[in-house]
């Protein structure tokens, strides 16, 4: 984590820190993951605050979201529900094969 997060941003480090890390993040990209909970302690401030967040910042949560596998249809596209195959009968559509 680094030092120069403020205290609403530490938070946000530690409680999605195990999400992120199951995403597959790594060390290189801390940097990315303190720009998120910066952005993600201000978006919070201004709703506790009763106003709404820059419409910026919201969109660039959503696209670090994205980069860091915590959220977004790119993620949820690879995600399999409890481990379980797909449920899809055109999956194999294009592949030969058994």
């Known amino acids: 984590m680094p030092d120069y997060l403020q205290p609403a941003a530490r938070e946000i480090w530690i409680e999605e820190l195990p999400r992120v890390m199951l995403g597959g993040v790594a060390e290189l990209d801390s940097s990315m993951f303190a720009t998120y ?14 106003e709404a967040p820059p419409a910026a910042y919201l969109t660039e949560l ?11 249809p790119r ?24």
């Open 37 to 50: 909970c910066a952005t993600e302690a201000l978006v919070r401030a201004a709703f506790i605050a009763g």
């Open 62 to 72: 959503r696209r670090l979201r994205e980069l860091l596998g915590i959220a977004g």
């Open 75 to 98: 993620v949820r596209q690879g995600a399999k529900q409890g481990g379980a195959q797909s449920q899809n009968p055109f999956s194999r559509n294009g592949r030969r094969g058994g």
